[in-house]
């Protein structure tokens, strides 16, 4: 082994993935629907088009917005 490396044109996480769980979930058919065509017009899985929106949900606060029924 070398005493030095030069890390200097490295890439931080370029080869970094994000640990994925597979779990079953329950949405509505037209939330599905509407995911999967914004999905298809982006050309974007819509399952990775769910988990983005997911997220920003979490960094925006992450309170909910419940109307009574």
Not at 36 to 61: C, R
Request: proline share 3%; no cysteine; aromatic share 12%.
């Amino acid at each position: 082994m070398k005493k030095e490396y030069d890390f200097s044109k490295g890439v931080r996480g370029k080869f970094y993935r994000p640990n994925k769980v597979q779990k079953t979930i329950r949405l509505d058919q037209d939330v599905l629907d509407f995911f999967q065509k914004l999905g298809a017009q982006n050309s974007i899985p819509y399952q990775t088009l769910i988990n983005i929106t997911l997220k920003k949900f979490m960094a925006e606060d992450g309170a909910l917005v419940i109307k009574s029924r």
